[in-house]
């Protein structure tokens, strides 16, 4: 009988210890750490950070595909994707979805990212490139490295865009520890990824992005525009901080690489 109960009593503990040692590790190796602060006391975000998924090929859900120049094989292939739209589908307006679909017919020579031109909001954010949040009371920027593009976020004078353009004009504001970030202004020459995935100038981005970790970012884009979509729909995925010590935003000048695909008509013919 004395055994029987030893027995138990050495489960019991055993158990107990097991469920204390769980709970330990929940809240220490396995839980987010805090947010380091800035000076204001909100959620600071300065770093380089990145996104790692296949919204740069197609925001939506695909399977892989080939590549356009066939020397390089898979090295160009299309990755497969889960998407990183929140319901699997953007609701696109019928006629809307006929132009997708033709841009994507044309993606090689549509679409606006070969040529160099500015990737927009919120590509620019998941193309597979870091970027660099620089942050401070008043202004908020977000530097690229891609084609040089950098937004400036207005903290306070909010005003409405003084002209349409590639990134648009950025209002934000905090709600809680949550950088939320208002966009309009767009010249709707952009796209969402090189699938095809459009939009017209009266494109209107709300962004957040909410603290998980020191190390993590939580981004949701929401995305609305009449002129193309039925109903407003969202875009989420997280950002993760790049923490090697020589991390660094690097000039992607890209210009260069395609001046004979946009000017090659117009060099001088040699004889």
């Known amino acids: 009988m004395p055994n029987r109960i030893r027995s138990w009593t ?4 055993g158990m107990v210890l097991a469920a204390f040692t769980a709970l330990y590790l929940s809240d ?5 750490d805090p947010a380091p602060r800035a000076a204001d006391g909100h959620p600071d975000l300065n770093g380089i ?16 595909g080939p590549g356009h120049v066939r ?6 292939a299309v990755p497969p994707g889960l998407g990183v739209v929140d319901g699997g589908t953007i609701p696109y307006r019928p006629e809307a979805l ?44 977000m530097v ?40 309009t202004g767009f010249n709707g020459m952009t796209w969402f990824d090189r699938a095809g995935n459009f939009h017209s100038a009266a494109l209107h981005v709300v962004e957040r992005f909410t603290p998980r970790s020191a190390e993590t970012l939580m981004y949701e884009v929401t995305i609305e525009d009449p002129n193309v979509f039925t109903r ?18 690097l000039e ?20």
């Not at 020397?71 to 160009?76: C, D, I, N, P």
């Open 252 to 271: 992607f000048r890209c210009v260069e690489f395609v001046e004979d695909l946009m000017y090659g008509d117009l060099r001088k013919q040699t004889e």
């Open 144 to 183: 690229h490295g891609y084609a040089g593009a950098v937004r400036t976020i207005y903290m306070d004078d909010h005003i409405d865009a003084p002209a349409d353009s590639w990134m648009g004009w950025s209002n934000g504001h905090w709600e809680g520890d949550t950088l939320v970030v208002d966009t």
């Open 71 to 76: 020397e390089l094989g898979a090295l160009v």
């Open 28 to 32: 220490t190796l396995f839980s987010s």
């Open 98 to 141: 006929e132009q997708k679909q033709e841009n994507f017919a044309n993606r090689l020579t549509l679409d606006p990212a070969v040529k160099c031109y500015l990737p927009g909001v919120p590509r620019a954010t998941y193309m597979p490139f870091p970027f660099q949040i620089v942050q401070s009371a008043r202004h908020t920027m």
């Open 10 to 13: 050495v489960g019991f503990v």
């Open 232 to 249: 407003p729909w969202t875009m989420s995925m997280p950002l993760y901080r790049r923490v090697e010590p020589n991390a660094e935003v």
């Open 49 to 64: 950070w990145q996104a790692i998924n296949t919204g740069h090929w197609d925001i939506e859900a695909h399977a892989a």
